[in-house]
């Protein structure tokens, strides 16, 4: 292998391990910006010992072993220097070294513990998702500043600013006790259907989907259910994450380019998640769950339950996001209300709604906004409109399948 191969490997694997890796470092030395920096540490010298010694049989486990001796090295130091200050008559203030042999509690997965420290109430909401997204989540600023609809030095920004406020504030790295866990809860659900979406529509790179990525948050998100079995929200994401993710090997063709829903072969949906969907979304309104997740879920199962494109019943999907948009308004939420209304009333009164977010500045490099319209023009013969929008969405498109496929389609309509 050459060394060039060996460093794409090497990224390939530090990508997937990631969050793990920076999870059981933070458990250690109790600071996410220290375990960000052993965690580089450990990527460094897979670096510089790969390329000659070649790629472990294990390299996740290699990755682990070398990050935790840097980790408890770091605390001893901490430890000898504590003794030092001591012995001088300093007195050491903050919270007490933990034990590098970790200590135990329920939740019974690393990724999932750190997502409650990142997801700790001294943090802004933008905060706790920017930080838990680009420790845990694996994702670039550039990628998260996309799932904001911000820029990559606002959330650059954001990210140092949250870790300076944890370390300053001597937060705890523990998970909650039960009586107080749900104030976290929505948090670290934002966090996960966040990465979720990332894997199942990858913002930027040249893979239109990450099945990983999309997995690790629905290991996650099943976690999360078990730890707090009453709460309807929660079951209400792992039912959407579960719809969605049953319609994945039908999202991408042979070539990995994207294949639009209409155009999906519905045999090739797994049917087994698509049960375990609507199981979870039962469940969900059992409890007497109408929240957001709820509620797209329920959009979802729209979808699955049709055998075939023209039994959907966007109607009702109209009507759910409707409801949506009146709980938990967002520019979205109405572009997706508008594609529905556009299914169920005629293309013209699904326009009328996305030309009224037009001006919208949250949503001025959000590609899908001009794609849409751009679908609607063609339904309504106005294909020089159409081309026009849909080469606008494919200079704002940061993955390369999706701009692939707009240029593509402003193409057909220009020639």
Request: with cysteine.
């Amino acid at each position: 292998m050459t060394e060039h191969a060996t460093h794409d490997t090497i990224r390939t694997i530090v990508r997937l391990e990631w969050p793990k890796l920076v999870a059981i470092v933070t458990r250690i030395v109790r600071d996410v910006g220290v375990a960000e920096e052993l965690a580089q540490d450990a990527l460094v010298a897979a670096l510089e010992s790969w390329p000659a010694s070649g790629i472990p049989a294990n390299p996740a486990a290699w990755l682990v072993t070398t990050a935790k001796n840097r980790a408890v090295n770091h605390v001893q130091r901490a430890r000898m220097l504590e003794r030092k200050h001591t012995e001088i008559g300093h007195v050491q203030t903050g919270s007490e070294m933990p034990d590098p042999e970790l200590m135990i509690d329920d939740v019974g997965d690393e990724v999932l513990r750190l997502m409650f420290v990142a997801c700790h109430p001294v943090l802004s909401r933008d905060a706790r998702v920017s930080l838990t997204l680009r420790l845990l989540g694996g994702l670039t600023t550039d990628e998260i500043a996309r799932a904001f609809l911000s820029t990559e030095p606002t959330i650059a920004q954001r990210i140092v600013r949250a870790k300076k406020t944890l370390a300053e504030a001597s937060v705890q790295f523990e998970v909650p006790p039960a009586s107080t866990r749900g104030e976290r809860v929505a948090s670290v659900c934002e966090v996960i259907y966040l990465v979720f979406n990332e894997g199942y529509a990858a913002s930027a790179g040249d893979d239109a989907i990450r099945p990983a990525m999309m997995a690790d948050a629905m290991r996650l998100g099943h976690v999360l259910a078990s730890l707090v079995p009453d709460d309807a929200e929660v079951h209400g994401l792992c039912a959407l994450m579960d719809l969605h993710a049953s319609r994945a090997r039908a999202r991408v063709d042979a070539n990995g380019d994207p294949v639009l829903l209409l155009d999906q072969d519905r045999t090739s949906w797994d049917r087994m998640l698509i049960k375990r969907g609507l199981d979870e979304l039962a469940r969900a309104e059992a409890l007497g769950g109408g929240g957001p997740y709820v509620l797209q879920a329920a959009a979802s199962a729209c979808h699955a339950r049709a055998v075939v494109a023209a039994d959907t019943d966007w109607a009702q999907i109209a009507a759910i996001y409707a409801e949506l948009a009146r709980i938990r308004p967002s520019p979205v939420v109405e572009l997706n209300r508008a594609m529905a209304v556009a299914m169920a009333d005629g293309p013209a009164a699904g326009l009328a709604i996305i030309d009224a977010l037009a001006g919208d500045p949250a949503l001025a490099r959000y590609h899908w906004l001009p794609s849409a319209r751009a679908d609607l023009l063609v339904k309504l013969g106005r294909t020089v409109e159409a081309a026009a929008e849909f080469e606008r969405a494919a200079e704002l498109a940061g993955n390369a399948r999706d701009r692939a496929r707009l240029v593509a389609r402003a193409q057909a309509l220009r020639s």
